[in-house]
């Protein structure tokens, strides 16, 4: 672990099942969510990505990057530019 992610400490994990319930417990209420195919490009970025964190985590803005990949109107924090611009629509 590389250490200095924004917000969260060594300490911080969140397993699959925690993010599956955030994400199901998001359905319906309100959140434009992103096509399947577009949510795999973003994740597909996210994972390839140095910045992020024990697997879940961005380091740039501290968010967990499934939800963040998962919510339309978002984009990568990151600083030199976002990964997802080649993710395209979807």
């Known amino acids: 672990m590389t250490g200095g992610c924004k917000g969260c400490s060594a300490t911080v994990h969140v ?3 925690q993010v599956d319930r955030l ?4 359905n319906g209420k309100g959140f434009d969510f992103v096509r399947d195919a577009l949510y795999a490009r973003r994740l597909a970025a996210c994972r390839s990505c140095a910045s992020l964190e024990y697997e ?3 380091m740039h803005c ?3 990057v499934e939800v963040r990949a998962k919510l ?3 984009d990568c924090p990151h600083p ?3 990964r997802w611009s080649g993710a395209g629509s979807g």
Not at 23 to 26: E, S
């Open 15 to 17: 397993t699959r099942e």
């Open 62 to 64: 501290g968010c967990l």
């Open 72 to 74: 339309d109107g978002k």
């Open 80 to 82: 030199a530019g976002s």
């Open 56 to 58: 879940t985590t961005c």
């Open 23 to 26: 994400l199901d417990a998001m």
